[in-house]
Every structure is written in C-alpha cells, then in structure tokens.
C-alpha cells in the first residue's frame, strides 16, 4: 500500500497510451477460460436497460437457525478457500476462524488464503490456467459473469434456495444479483454482502465555509471540493482516477451525466456522446484546477483511504471502511466526518450496490462440503458479528435487523443502499462485455489520456469508443 505522498509524479505507465495494451488483463482472462472451460452455459438474452426482476419471489418466513446438513466424509487432501480481503482486519479474521471452525467440525484440514480484492481477477485468471483453482472463493458478480459463461463455475440453486429458506427469504436486490434468468439459468454464486459507496465529507471543514448539508449533485460537490481546496494540506477531490475498483466510480459519475457505455440492447458502445463530453469537461477541469492529489492517476485500493485517514482529502466516496479506521483509531476525524448517498448528476442520480458472492469452481475436489461450508457461513450469529466489523449491507432478510444496522451511520447507509440501490451497472445492461469493460478501467483511463497525456477530450472519448466496442463485439 502506498501513501498520498509516496507518489509525487503521475505515471504514464497506467495511461492508456498504448491502446494495444488497453485489453491485456481482461483478453487474456477470457482466453484463458474459453480455452480451459467446459462447454459453456447458455447465454441469457440481455434486459432491457431497467433493473431486472428478482430470481424468485422472497416473501418474509420466520427465520430459523442455519442447520447445515450433515457434510459428506472428506477425502484426503486440504480444502482451500479464497476469501475477498477487506480494510477490515478483525473482519478478515472472523472470516479465517469461521472456515477453520467448520474444517475442524468437518475433519478436513483447510487452507484460508486472503487475496486483495483488486487482484482476485488476475489470480483467478492463473490459476484457471494452472488448473489450481481453490475449492471455493469469494468474487464480485462482474467476474462470476465471466466464469459463469465460459462453465467455470458450479451451480448453486440448491444452495441459494436452502439458505433463503432458512433465513426468511433474500432480499430482492441479492436475489437480482444472481437472477438465473439474466445468467444463462442458473445461479452461480452465493450472496452474503452487498457493498455501496457513500460519501464521506470533512464536516469540519465545509460547515467554516458555509456547507452545513451534503451535496445534493456533483456539480455542487465539485463547488464545495473547490471552497475547502488547500493544497498541499487539503484536497478538495479524493476520488481515484487510476486502474482499480475505486476508480470505476467514475463509470457511476458519467452515467448521471447521461452518458452510457453501451445500448439498451447491451451490444453498440455508445461512449462517444455530448454527455461523455460534458462529464469529460466537468472532472479534468477539477484536475487542472488543482483538486486532485498528487499520484490519483496511480493509486492503489488503499490510496482514497489513506488520503482521507491522513486529512488530506476533503470529499472520497467508500463503503465503510475508512469509518471502521476512524472509529478505531481516529475519534477526532470520525466526529469531523458525515455521511451521505452519492450525488445526483444532471440526468438521474444512481446509488449503485456491489454484490459480493462465494462460488464454487467446477474443478472443487469436494463439491458438497464447499456447499456446506456455504451454508455454515450464512449462520445469523456469526454474520451479526461480522457485518458489526466489515463493509456490507446485508442480503437476507433475517439479517435486517442486526444492531449494527440500527446504531452504525455506515451501515444505516448500507442497509438503504440494500434496499433502496440501484443494481449494478444501471441504467447500463450488466452482461459480460460490460463487466469486461469495467475490468479493463476504460473510463478512468479515458481521463488519464487527459490529465497526464494532455490528448483532447475529442481524441480520448473516440480512443474509447473504439476500445469499447472491440470489447463488446466479442459477444455478439
């Protein structure tokens, strides 16, 4: 991880300079699969661009206890298991526990590897190539799409449906998330977080300068980022503009613009708009105007946190973590914080949730004790607990009414974005070219070919465009 400071100089080796590279990660990953897969599952006919209906109906039953069925005997060997590493050491620990109590339970010996979540792709890609795939692993629904098409993945509609029973139902914005319907007819992965972003503002700061309430568009966060600029102890912009998850906000930020990445048909990019434009102009601006710390363009997963965490940002958008630091470890700038829902743009306002899903890869040696383990993972008490450290929303509706979601403002905006959020990619079709678009960070690189290339606006959104596209026609 690196600090604000650490990176002085932007980097043109995350640029897109080189278009030939823009595909390199994500081509290969699906070369990778395609050559290595089984037939794949049958590709579902994209929605039309408005959230798609639920995978069943969830209506509320009277939760009970998690009661796992009785594991199969394991064969020899260890069971491995991937999980999703979070800004959240107590979180990932509880994670490590769980899984370790279930082996010892279970009489298999397990191997808990935690992976940063900006390179789960990447591995995933080597060890699909390697035929060293774990047992199970955690994933976002953007690569669990990909896998899914190319019969990487084990289905799990047993499992989605025992656990929903168990615990009341899903809730209709986790049961979207995997909706066979959309996914080629079955469900691939397992929800057990919904993640959103909200702002977090340095109160402290806007209230000396007349900001008392939260933003209400991007435009005015823009206004307000500018007021409180005072570079280099303050930057008003603490978004990420480089080559990770963060950085994808600003596909979030153009769609409120009422720029699109694709049709409603989900196969023409239709990048090159006026509304591209507009946004292009509205946050380049805020660069060159000086907003934006030094090294945005190449920052890490951690680089918005810690700009924030060291007082050197005045607005960043994040999903908890940086309050589960400040609440730990930093009172005083926890009091200075507030908390809100993402900003409107000038066409419609978006408040994206991530679905976050365990899997089960076709090469598992030991199918039915990862489904069990699964399972074991949704028990209320340990997910109460868990949720009380980590940055999710929950997903069943026995879990709406943990106390965390009652007392933590984080999380009050998480259980409102899982159940007020828009789903992922709207108004967008989220199909697999958009989540291979999203995995390439053409966006935030479009805005790199700007600031630290000094191409034209012009230029750039054409170079994306037809980035775009090269991507999408791969799935017609």
């Known amino acids: 991880m690196h600090s604000p400071n650490e990176r002085q100089h932007e980097s043109r080796e995350h640029s897109i300079g080189r278009r030939t590279a823009w595909l390199t990660l994500s081509a290969a990953f699906a070369l990778v699969v395609a050559a290595c897969a089984a037939p794949p599952a049958p590709a579902a006919q994209p929605p039309a661009a408005q959230p798609p209906a639920a995978a069943q109906p969830t209506q509320p039953a009277a939760p009970e206890p998690t009661q796992p069925p009785t594991a199969p005997q394991p064969a020899a060997g260890k069971f491995t298991y991937w999980g999703g590493l979070i800004f959240s050491d107590v979180a990932n620990q509880m994670l490590v526990d769980k899984i370790t109590e279930w082996g010892k339970a279970r009489g298999i010996e397990v191997d808990v590897v935690m992976i940063n979540q900006n390179e789960t792709q990447q591995k995933v890609s080597a ?122 906000l600003t596909v979030t930020m153009l769609q409120t613009w009422g720029g699109r990445i694709a049709d409603d048909a989900g196969k023409t990019c239709t990048i090159d708009s006026p509304e591209t434009r507009a946004f292009m102009e509205w946050i380049t601006g805020l660069y060159k105007k000086g907003l934006f710390p030094p090294g945005v363009t190449t920052w890490d997963g951690a680089g918005d ?21 400040l609440r730990d470890n930093d009172p005083e700038l926890l009091a200075a914080t507030r908390f809100s829902g993402l900003p409107a743009g000038p066409k419609m306002q978006l408040q994206p949730y991530g679905p976050n899903v365990r899997a089960i890869p076709v090469t598992s040696r030991y199918k039915d004790l990862a489904k069990d383990l699964l399972m074991y993972l949704a028990d209320d008490e340990f997910m109460k ?63 790199q070919r700007v600031v630290v290339d000094n191409v034209s606006i012009d230029d750039a959104v054409k ?14």
């Open 385 to 447: 607990e868990y949720y009380a450290n980590a940055i999710y929303g929950p997903v069943l509706n026995s879990q709406v009414d943990f106390p965390v979601f009652k007392e933590s403002p984080i999380h009050v905006g998480l259980l409102d974005v899982a159940k007020n959020g828009t789903p992922p990619a709207f108004p967008d079709v989220d199909n697999p070219a958009y989540a291979e678009f999203n995995s390439n960070f053409l966006i935030p690189k479009m805005i």
């Open 305 to 325: 946190n810690q700009a924030y965490q060291a007082g050197q940002a005045a607005f960043i958008a994040n999903p908890g973590s940086v309050y589960l630091n």
């Open 463 to 476: 170079e994306t465009q037809a980035a775009c596209q090269a991507i999408y026609d791969k799935y017609k």
């Open 127 to 248: 060890a699909v190539e390697a035929g060293t795939m774990p047992d199970a692993l955690d994933m976002g629904t953007g690569l669990m799409q990909l896998l899914a098409k190319n019969g990487q993945l084990e289905p799990l509609d047993d499992v989605f449906k025992q656990i929903g029973d168990a615990h009341g139902g899903w809730l209709d914005a986790a049961a979207k998330s995997v909706d066979p319907a959309r996914y080629g007819g079955s469900v691939w992965g397992v929800p057990f977080g919904l993640s959103g972003n909200l702002i977090n503002r340095r109160y402290d700061l806007l209230s000396e300068k007349g900001f008392t309430e939260a933003p209400k568009t991007w435009e005015e966060l823009g206004q307000m980022a500018e007021a409180v600029n005072d570079p280099p102890k303050v930057y008003g912009m603490g978004f990420a503009l480089s080559n990770v998850g963060d950085g994808n």
